[in-house]
Every structure is written in C-alpha cells, then in structure tokens.
C-alpha cells in the first residue's frame, strides 16, 4: 500500500458517503456512509477487509460525522497519518470551473456563485468541504465536479433554443453531469481497446439511479443527454427526462397542481417508477417483468427505445463510433437492457456477443459485441479513484 492516500468525501444533504484511497492503484483501505444526519436515527457504516461496523450517531450533523470517521480511522494503527489529502465531489461547477480545483476561502465564493443551479446538492457539498476542512485544515482539499468534464461542449450543443439573455443574464444552457465517471470510463475504454484515447470516438451510457449518455472524442465531451439539470435527457429512475416542455404549463392550468406538485412528480414520481408504478430499482423492475406485470414491461420497453434514440442521436456530433460503452448499476448488470439496446442500434453495425453479455455483471469489465463492426464495452466505473487522483495532485 502506499504511504499516502486520499479521503474521497461525497456529502449529500442528509448522507455523506467517504473513501480511504490508494490514489496508485484504487484499493479503498475503508469506505462506508453517514445517513439521516441532523435526525435521531444518524448512524454511520464503516466497511473494511475486516468486516463492517454501524455505529450510532444520533442527531450528528456533517461535521461530528466527519470527526466520528476520524475516531474509526485512528483505531487503525498509523491509517490516520497516511491521510495525505481530501477530495470533494461537488455537483455543479456551472461555467467557473473546467476542472478540478483546489479548495481556499476564494474557491468557497466562488462555490456558492453556483449554488443556485444545484440548490438540492452543492449546499450539502460545501457543508461537508467545510466540516472537512476544519477536521483537517492542514491537508490540501480538492474540489471535483461532475460537470467539468462537459465544458469542451460547443456552443451549438450547450446553448438552448430560449432567449440568449437567459443565458447570458442568468446561465440558463446545458451543463451535463457525470463526468466524472465519464472521464474515468472514456480512459478505460482506451486501456480495454488497446488505442489511444486521443484517437477514439465513443458514446458512452451512464445507467445508474440517474442516468445520461455522453459522446467523447478523443477523451473531450462533445454533447451528452443531461441538462441545465440532472433531469434533461433518458428515462431515470424515478425522474422523467425529457419530455414536452408544456406538460408543467398543463398541469398547473388544468389539473390545478401547484409547481411543487409538478417538481414532485417530474423528480421523483416518474421514470421507471412512475411508469410501472411499482419501484425505481431496474433489478425490480425486470423480475416483475418477468413475472407479465404489463406495465414493468411498459417501463423496460420504454426506457430502452429511449435510450438507443438518445444514442443514435449521440453519434451525429462524432460524425463516426468507435466504441459503445455501458457503465453505472444498470450498465454494469442489465444484460436485458444491453441486449434490447444493441438490438435496436443493429443498424450502426453493433452486433452482441450474447455469452460475453452474460458474462460481463457484477464488476467484470469487457467487450460484449462481436469482432465485427463498432466495439460495446462494459466498463465498472470508478468515480472516487477519479477524485482521488485529482486530489493527489496537490500533494506537496
Ligand atoms: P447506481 O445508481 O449506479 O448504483 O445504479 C443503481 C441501479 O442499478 C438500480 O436501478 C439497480 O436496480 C440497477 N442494478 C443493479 N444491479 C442490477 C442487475 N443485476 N440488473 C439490473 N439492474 C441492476
């Protein structure tokens, strides 16, 4: 192991997720979350080689869930002291910051300049760069954020069809997410290929919870599915993606739903939930599939026709593809939604490798198409070694 690693920090509002990283090779030494923070039932999971611990934390806010972290890391003999920098995702770096960034007071204005276009996660992001930052204020902290890697996008593909003062005025375009799990998978598919990443052209499918779609030539983003907001774009989990942009308008004026009411149900009632009407979980929603739940079917159906459009769409700013490349829960696992993709993209030249299909879950990298036309790669994504090579750079 190496003498020095990186606390990977990923703070939500209520939960914070962290990482003890050997930024060489990606080993996590410890990794566990806090949840329901700032409530009676705060508890913290921490899981190493040695097996895993829950241990109550009622009423703890960011900053004691922080300082408990530490109490478990110090019991590890001289783990604490190899802690040589902090890395922080933060969700939305709107157009100040293109890539990572190392974190001083100057950095935390700038921080909260962006705030508005992510009001549910950059305020709990910079709870916890704070409480962080207290805990160790004598380590570099690094802030990595999930729309940097999207910046390379045009004008013509980040600029929306609205009044150009909204987004002169109000930075109102499309920003994406994901990046950095793109960054990391566009790197991977190079490796997997044996080609350099310079020279490839590949559309990539982010299929967790949320989901998007990204084209990257030559490891730079291009355009991808997701918006001003990680909703724009493919069917979610339980968010909608894109849909007409009126619907909010006619449910207002004619259902009387407040704009709370719609944000509910574009959020967090719709996608494969809100279709099936039975969970947001694909695993779920396949077995019930199984099972003739006609409307799992619908929901599964749905979401894979949306999702090879979206593809198809993805190639025009490649202009050719190199390489389709499946990453996220689903993208890892869902040999049903690979195989239905593949199948509805034959006419690009995409062929699957069934066996390779089945094969490749559950962590296996690979390539599941046949030698013959453009490379489909399932590549395990790996976010927190993103962030913790980030944030190893600035290691004295
Ligand atoms: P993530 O947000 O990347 O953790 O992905 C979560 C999604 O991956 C959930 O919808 C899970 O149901 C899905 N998932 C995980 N394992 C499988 C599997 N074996 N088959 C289908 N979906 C899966």
Redesign the pocket.
Known sequence: MSESLVLVLNCGSSSLKFAIIDHTCGAEVLHGQAERLESAEASLTVKSADGKTNIPIANANHSRAISEIVKVVQRVDGLVEKIKAVGHRVVHGGELFHKSMLINDATITQLRECEHLAPLHNPANILGIEAAREVFPDLPHTAVFDTAFHQTMPSKACIYPLPYDLYKDHGIRRYGFHGTSYRYVSQQAAVELGRDESELATVIAH????ASVAAVDGGKSQDTSMGMTPNEGVVH?TRCGSIDPSIPEYLVQNLNMSMDEVSDILWKKSG?LGISGLS?????I?EAAAGDHELSQLALEIYSYRLAKEIASLVVPLGRLDALVFT???GE??T??RGEVIRQLGFLGLELDAAANERC?RGQQGRISTESGPAVLVIPTNEELMIAQDAAAFIA
């Open positions: 299929l967790g919870n949320g989990g494969l947001n979980d694909c695993r779920s396949e996220g829960g689903i696992n869902s049903l939604i879950i």
